[in-house]
């Protein structure tokens, strides 16, 4: 797993990045009420807003941590977004991506680099 300054996590499988948030931000968050995905097949730029999230506390948006083309989105967390601070790491997965160069993964922290990132 490799994770973004925003607060995202990175991990590869089956040659896609799939791509959510830290308990860190979950927590930051608040309970999460809303979250609206990306449209499958959207190409995406590193940067770019394509995700938004709307707790108790505040609303937030996700940016694509990578060039590349959204394939699958996580239907289970618009219709229950509670399932965001159940289990970020987990079942909460926002979206999966296919990249061109999985080497750009490299570009990220790792587990403990963002631990001291976070303090």
Request: proline residues 3%.
């Amino acid at each position: 797993m490799k994770f973004t300054e925003d607060h995202e996590w990175l991990r590869a499988e089956d040659g896609l990045v799939v791509v959510g948030i830290t308990e860190h931000a979950s927590s930051q968050l608040g309970d999460v009420v809303f979250v609206e995905l990306p449209e499958i097949d959207t190409k995406v730029a590193k940067g770019d807003e394509i995700v938004v999230i709307e707790s108790v506390k505040a609303a937030s948006d996700i940016s694509a941590p990578l060039d590349g083309e959204i394939v699958e989105v996580n239907a289970a967390i618009v219709d229950e977004p509670g399932k965001v601070n159940e289990d970020p790491l987990g079942d909460a997965w926002f979206f999966k991506m296919k990249i061109d160069d999985m080497s750009a993964l490299d570009d990220y922290m790792d587990e403990d680099a963002y631990k001291a990132f976070v303090g």
